[in-house]
């Protein structure tokens, strides 16, 4: 399935492209269904981690990212959320194992113009791929169901909003800390990164993930974000 962008987006060039995977058996997929695309080995760069990625961002122009979620020394999201800061006009593509919730929301919050499985075979990531260069957004079918469902069932349970539109008052206050690593949140960081971020422990980091799920009656991020905003705590 793929989800068209509006026509003042700018239509993509799958030449040169920017692999950033680990896994050298999905990195010769990637590289034969690139070149099905017209992308021989000169136009395709490599790396196997974040440092490698964000190395080569720098040195080099790229048309595309093609970006997987577990990497060696981090996750993708957090090299998407990079690229959005340093190379906003390289747009990057996940194509990943993972299909949570959580890792989904944040990867396409982080900047992510597509998310692809890599349980789809050649030909098909090869088309949703190639629909890019028309300015499309690809999306894994079993992703835009998640995606749609989600949304259903926020339509179904709306939340309750008071009369003259204020924000809903919280029960619990967030302490500052909180709030803080509520932000960092919703820019999709993982729970280490936000530890180097405030300069505190992973294991601290994850207790106050939980208070914070405790006060917003939540469980998991995409909910905790989405309360958050309800309750006016994110811009």
């Given at each position: 399935?793929?989800?068209?962008?509006?026509?003042?987006?700018?239509?993509?060039?799958?030449?040169?492209?920017?692999?950033?995977?680990?896994?050298?058996?999905?990195?010769?997929?990637?590289g034969h269904v690139l070149n099905t695309l017209g992308n021989d080995g000169p136009q395709i760069a490599w790396?196997?981690?974040?440092?490698?990625?964000?190395?080569?961002?720098?040195?080099?122009?790229?048309?595309?990212?093609?970006?997987?979620?577990?990497?060696?020394?981090?996750?993708?999201?957090?090299?998407i959320g990079w690229m959005q800061a340093r190379h906003p006009k390289v747009p990057a593509v996940v194509i990943s194992a993972f299909r949570t919730e959580e890792v989904i929301f944040a990867a396409l919050r982080a900047g992510a113009i597509g998310y692809l499985l890599k349980e789809r075979d050649d030909l098909e990531l090869g088309v949703a791929l190639r629909s890019i260069e028309q300015g499309g957004s690809p999306i894994d079918p079993a992703i835009a169901r998640h995606i749609l469902g989600w949304l259903a069932a926020q339509r179904v349970s709306p939340?309750?909003?008071p009369a003259a539109n204020a924000p809903a008052a919280l029960p619990v206050a967030l302490t500052p800390r909180e709030r803080k690593i509520l932000e960092l949140v919703a820019q999709g960081l993982s729970n280490r990164n936000m530890a180097e971020s405030l300069s505190i422990s992973r294991l601290t980091v994850?207790?106050?993930?939980?208070?914070?799920?405790?006060?917003?009656?939540?469980?998991?991020r995409t909910e905790a974000v989405y309360q958050a905003r309800r309750h006016g705590l994110l811009n």
């Open positions: 399935m793929t989800i068209s962008q509006s026509e003042t987006v700018e239509t993509v060039s799958l030449s040169r492209s920017l692999v950033v995977e680990d896994d050298p058996a999905m990195c010769e997929r990637l790396a196997d981690s974040i440092a490698t990625a964000k190395e080569l961002l720098d040195a080099q122009s790229f048309g595309i990212a093609l970006v997987d979620i577990g990497l060696p020394d981090g996750s993708g999201v957090e090299l939340p309750a909003v994850e207790c106050h993930t939980k208070n914070i799920y405790r006060k917003l009656a939540v469980g998991s």
